[in-house]
């Protein structure tokens, strides 16, 4: 179902020596392949990263500012913006001198502009166009959803049209990617996303406090202590049961987790902050409520497009991305879907679904290919914290009214 990072190492590195970029006898040691730098600060990671038109990866630096935000219990926009600073001009520095390259050789700097924290998105927008300014080269500015959405095409061959699903701690949307930018957008959230639902849920348990979870994300200490919890003691309802569209909300879940929290603290007898005995069952209902949340949606989005022909008849294909999809429950609570209803699914490694420059810059290259997006260095462009992916196709799903057949949600662990 999906591809292990040694595959993807492996991949890399076949294609990066197969790529001939040192022997091209017309130019002498001059480059054949035109190289991409894709910067990314949208949230709280900054990366870089250098790749050639192929998609060989050359050389990428990573930043991660989740220990600090862990430790002051969420992403402070000011502080975010701060680390970023601190930061961008070494990992840029960084991926360049791995890739053996410098500013000279890249053909365009992509960068993600669009959506995400307006401070954070600010510092990579602010020095990515310094940076094409002082080497003269061309500028992509890059929709954060669409770089997840094409990350998969990186390590494989998947054609357009697709459907995607994308989850992360900003983002939880369905689309129907039709080209590289060309998306119909199925469904989104209503009100947060899930991953921002999963960290909040974290943070309620004290999950911090967790010898086994001080170091991980909010929704990785949830799948992790999942493992051992019995997701049948306490029934959650999903959501939006009775709306039948693909918008997803997880708000109201995260309602019925604190109320839940609260009473179980109740009967412990212990205060906030303090970890509940029964944490592990709590993790396990929650994630449980989430998979099948996500499945349900996807599953009458794939309905949809097969009543409206917007995916392919042979082999159509889901792919789940975002920060979300690296949890191992939630692919195969879309598995039993896509088993269900005849598509294939992929999911990048966990490392590519995460935020990533690596990402930006094959969302680069794509555009490069497709002379999609370039803009001279002195272009101003503006970053934009709120941005859709693609043409809104929510009404029309929602008038469709699609009733799902029922599927057993029966996760194996
Ligand atoms: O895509 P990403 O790196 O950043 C955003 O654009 O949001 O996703 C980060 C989110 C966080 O909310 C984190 O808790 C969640 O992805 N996440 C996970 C897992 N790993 C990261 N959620 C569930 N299970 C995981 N294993
Ligand atoms: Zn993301």
Known sequence: MNMFPTKVTILHRLLRFRHP???????????????????????????????????????????????????????????????????????????LERSGTDPSRLSAVATTVKPGLGLSLGVGLEFSQRFVRQHNLPFIPIHHMEAHALTVRMLQPVAFPFLVLLVSGGHSLLAVARGVDDFLLLGHTLDEAPGDTLDKVARRLSLIEHPQCSTLSGGQAIELLAKDGDRTRFPLRTPMGQTYDCCFSFAGLRNQVNMLIVKEEAEEGIEPGTLLSCVKDIAAATQHTVASHLAKRTHRAILFCKATGLLPSGAPTLVLSGGVASNQYIRKALTLITDATGLRLLCPPAKLCTDNGVMIAWNGVERLREGKGILRPYVDVSYEPKARLGVDMTAAVKAAAIRLPSVRMKIPD
Request: overall charge negative.
């Open 21 to 95: 970029c040192w022997s091209c006898p017309s130019l002498g040691r001059a480059p054949c392949s035109r190289l991409v730098l894709g910067i990314e600060t949208s949230c709280d990671d900054t990366g870089a990263a250098v790749m050639d038109e192929t998609g060989g990866l050359l050389g990428e630096s990573l930043h991660s500012q989740k220990q600090v935000h862990l430790r002051t219990g969420g992403i402070i926009p000011t502080v975010a913006q701060q680390l970023h600073r601190d930061n961008i001009e070494r990992v840029v520095q960084e991926a």
